[in-house]
């Protein structure tokens, strides 16, 4: 991949090497998509109240987002394996755009899930592909890239709570229309994003090379049952920051009697650290190895998580901080490892984990939302920072050691 990106002629922007241009545009297009994305938590309180919503209901305008979000990025993944398609980052922001621009409106709860569907699509074709390009920039360094392009998505879930903080909840509905001037600018980003990408193909082509770095050597039964582990490892960490990220200010607001916008500043304190973690996890994944890096995420995480519902506001507030640090340092290894596992497959096995990453989480949702109708907020926290446990079983991973690339296939 390195001798296709340097032969390339006529494109500035295109770098031998690891190419940190694309790879930081990416991760910012990733902040601007998922910042729109976390608005949609961060909303809750506010239709809660003006619609007179139950929990149920937002766990299901949750479900619908999050089902929407996940669904199609196996086989956009898939599809794009075979036939990529470099401008379809864009147009797929332009699916936000519209369903953005339509929940500033929506007058009822139907709209209202029709409008967070139309985001969910958005994000259904930008994550598998984007995932793609991030690996063709990452010159070898494939946690690094995978956690500079995830680390834009939590910063921009991290951020879109705080901006929901200051500008929709004081204005709001309406104000959620102020955020497609994010998708417009993603749009524009992405056109270029674009153009790298078709440049990298078109030379892959002439040189008729596939766009593969090497083989994975482990039996088929081994890979199966590695993809199962990671899949339990999605479940517990996305049932979990589910929990946290759609309930987590109702907890404070209930248990502790803060305002729903110093809730939102919690919130954000969480997602900031659930942001930083990922970039930590990257340069630790390509350093140590990514399975240590995992097993850490699991041990470091349990401690805190189980006695974050027995402290007061303020350690509960360093516990989740603490939590979501180490707990999101995981999440670039798995994907990473996971396309290790199939290396001539990877935008359907990123859209395979970004998409259950979306599923789970709405399922999760959807599940503590139904719980908490009736039991109560305080017991599905209780019963959700059991949940990163589940994740001892990556004690059984084995290690992932690619073989060579491929040769040149000729034509």
């Not at 929990?55 to 394996?81: E, H, N, R």
């Not at 360094?141 to 951020?159: E, H, M, P, T, Y």
């Not at 993603?186 to 083989?215: D, I, M, N």
């Not at 019963?383 to 060579?404: E, I, N």
Request: include cysteine.
């Amino acid at each position: 991949m390195n001798r296709i990106v340097s032969k390339l002629k006529g494109h500035p922007h295109v770098v031998k090497g690891t190419a940190y241009t694309i790879l930081v545009t990416m991760g910012v297009c990733h902040l601007l998509n998922d910042m729109i994305q976390s608005v949609i938590p961060a909303l809750y309180p506010l239709l809660k109240e003006k619609f007179s919503f139950t929990f149920a209901q937002i766990g299901i305008i949750t479900l619908v987002f999050q089902l929407t979000s996940s669904i199609f990025q196996p086989f956009i993944g898939l599809y794009a394996d075979k036939h990529p398609q470099p401008y379809s980052l864009s147009v797929g922001m332009c699916f936000t755009l519209t369903g953005l621009v339509s929940l500033a409106f929506a007058p009822n709860f139907g709209l209202i899930l029709l409008s967070v569907a139309l985001i969910g699509c958005g994000s259904s074709v930008f994550h598998p592909e984007a995932s793609r390009v991030a690996q063709m920039a990452s010159g070898g360094r494939k946690s690094l890239a995978q956690s500079i392009f995830q680390v834009g998505g939590n910063g921009g879930s991290a951020i879109g709570p705080l901006l929901a903080a200051l500008i929709v909840m004081p204005y709001g509905q309406h104000a959620v229309g102020w955020f497609a001037l994010a998708a417009l600018l993603a749009s524009a980003l992405l056109v270029r994003v674009g153009s790298w990408y078709s440049a990298v193909l078109a030379e892959a082509r002439t040189l008729h090379r596939k766009l593969q770095t090497g083989v994975c050597t482990l039996p088929k039964r081994t890979v199966r049952m590695a993809m199962g582990i990671l899949v339990l490892m999605i479940f517990s960490k996305y049932f979990f920051n589910a929990c946290m990220t759609s309930y987590f200010t109702f907890y404070l607001m209930e248990k502790f009697g803060i305002t729903a916008q110093q809730s939102q500043f919690c919130l954000f304190a969480y997602l900031a650290a659930f942001a930083i973690g990922t970039l930590a996890g990257g340069f630790l994944g390509d350093r140590y190895g990514r399975k240590y890096v995992i097993l850490f995420s699991i041990l470091g995480a349990a401690p805190f998580t189980l006695a974050m519902p027995h402290l007061n506001l303020a350690w509960t507030l360093v516990t989740a901080i603490l939590s979501g640090l180490i707990i999101a340092s995981a999440f670039s290894a798995i994907v990473v490892y996971a396309t290790d596992l199939k290396p001539d497959k990877v935008g359907m096995v990123a859209g395979i984990f970004f998409g259950l990453m979306f599923g789970l989480g709405g399922i999760g949702s959807a599940f503590f939302g139904w719980l908490a109708d009736r039991t109560s907020i305080e017991f599905i926290f209780k019963v959700s920072t059991w949940l990163p446990l589940l994740g001892l079983v990556a004690f059984a991973l084995p290690d992932v050691r690619p073989g060579k690339p491929k040769q040149p296939v000729a034509q």
